[in-house]
């Protein structure tokens, strides 16, 4: 059985699946290429921000790349080219958009709510259109920027707000990750604090344990949203290892504070490894 990529984030799927959970976009059947492996060392990068463009359109624009066998990667909803590529893919970017919607467009006869989105960062701003996409909500933005959505939507464009800001307000707490870490190394930590918070859910106190997972947890605290994973769900694995290591760095923890801690952080890294 073949394996099948989103090109946004690079998970994996089935071959019988045909659009990333996460992203929304079409899948891929070659591996997409890292957006830092984009061209050779020297040579200039140029990105193209497309979050305000509909998957539909993402997906066009990248079967249009991948046709004409211009090197491209994502990060994320952003296109990166090489500079020297930049007229032909000029000219691919319009063409995917000529070719359908661009953006998915409200009917112009329905009621209309607006959200101000002045103190959204475009990262914030990305992560919610690509949220409304996954939930076939059709949005426009107007002129001044603010986000325009029918009054029937306004209960799940709530939710998915209500969502996003959490996570912003979780990240904004344990401030921003530094550590950058992917595959083997990352799933021995997972598995590593996995398996030290069980032991302390059966004896919350282990003295090795405890030492062990006092390092690991921060670490995992500290790591950045790595590839294919949800960035809502690791913020929550990042709040889980932190909240570890500060009842553990407490004299005064009861053996109960321990077994609570240690059984949430578990339960995040539940299917993770
Ligand atoms: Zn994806």
Known sequence: MSTMYCFQCSREYAEDVSACVECGVDLVEEAPTPPEEVGTADEAQVAYEMHDWSFEARSRAER??????????????MLIVREADEEQVDALVEQAEAEGDATPSLDPDVDKIGYAMDD??????SALVTALNLNDVRHEFDEDGELLVAEDDEEVVDAIITAITEKLALEEELGEATTEMEGLQLNDLLGDVRGLAQKLVKNPGDAKATIAIVSKAGLLADVRTPFGF???????????GADMKSVLSDEDRTEEDVVDAAGTLRGLLENVV
Do not use: F, M, N
């Open 120 to 125: 959204w960062t475009d990262d914030a701003r």
């Open 230 to 240: 949800d960035s809502r769900r690791w913020a929550a694995i990042r709040k889980g």
């Open 64 to 77: 249009l790349l991948t046709e004409a066998g211009v090197v491209h990667g994502w990060q994320g909803p």
